[in-house]
T-cell receptor, first 112, second 119 residues
Framework: DQQVKQNSPSLSVQEGRISILNCDYT??????FLWYKKYPAEGPTFLIS?????DKNEDGRFTVFLNKSAKHLSLHIVPSQPGDSAVYFC???????????FGPGTRLSVLP | GAGVSQSPSNKVTEKGKDVELRCDPI?????LYWYRQSLGQGLEFLIY????????KSGLPSDRFSAERTGGSVSTLTIQRTQQEDSAVYLC?????????????????FGPGTRLTVL
């Protein structure tokens, strides 16, 4: 039973447009949510995070939105760039310091 | 500075053989994680070490899998009597602190992974 779901295995977006990647979770005890980005043949790298006391966190072109009541978060990338093409993983954690549960990932392709 | 390193980068083995995968975390990081990613799947948590505490082994898929972390630094993941379904990329990550800080300042740093192929 997947606790963290990313229902879109892939997404294609035109350069300059907005990319929206979605993530849903089932465990109401999750308090921290993170997005990681992964290029082929490399390990994932941390992108942005949000804690459950917030509903939005912004870092440059990347914004994460959290809707706790819906158990849903999304990552917005605007404007999208070809270098953003990668697999994006959503991850969740309970109290900080516990292990992380990762979603299956969404492959984003930004077309020039 | 040096990041997380893993060795070997690729390992091909025959079914039934034992394999050892190594992870060198970032110096000073007290938390260390092992994950695996099977083809077309997400990251599957395997085991988590935090300082001198007993490791969280809840993700290990069978008793053929074990891991050690010696001296609070290097970790070895051992798979005994490998099976074809063990074929995956095995990723290691380390983090500075496990029980304080916040996700924005104390994140996981991943190694490049070891691609294991069991024939």
């Amino acid at each position: 039973d997947q606790q963290v779901k990313q229902n879109s295995p892939s997404l294609s977006v035109q350069e300059g447009r907005i990319s929206i990647l979605n993530c849903d979770y089932t465990n109401s005890m999750f308090d921290y949510f993170l997005w990681y980005k992964k290029y082929p043949a490399e390990g994932p790298t941390f992108l942005i995070s949000i804690s459950s006391i917030k509903d939005k966190n912004e870092d440059g072109r990347f914004t994460v939105f959290l809707n706790k009541s819906a158990k849903h978060l999304s990552l917005h990338i605007v404007p999208s760039q070809p270098g953003d093409s990668a697999v994006y993983f959503c991850a969740a954690s309970g109290a900080w310091g516990q292990n992380f549960v990762f979603g299956p990932g969404t492959r984003l392709s930004v077309l020039p | 500075g040096a990041g997380v390193s893993q060795s070997p980068s690729n390992k091909v083995t025959e079914k039934g053989k034992d394999v050892e995968l190594r992870c060198d975390p970032i110096s000073g990081h007290t938390a260390l994680y092992w994950y695996r990613q099977s083809l077309g799947q997400g990251l599957e948590f395997l085991i988590y070490f935090q300082g001198n505490s007993a490791p969280d082994k809840s993700g290990l898929p069978s008793d053929r899998f074990s891991a050690e972390r010696t001296g609070g630094s290097v970790s070895t993941l051992t798979i005994q009597r490998t099976q074809q379904e063990d074929s995956a990329v095995y990723l290691c990550a380390s983090r500075l602190q496990g029980t304080s800080g916040s996700p924005s300042t104390d994140t996981q740093y991943f190694g490049p992974g070891t691609r294991l192929t069991v024939l």
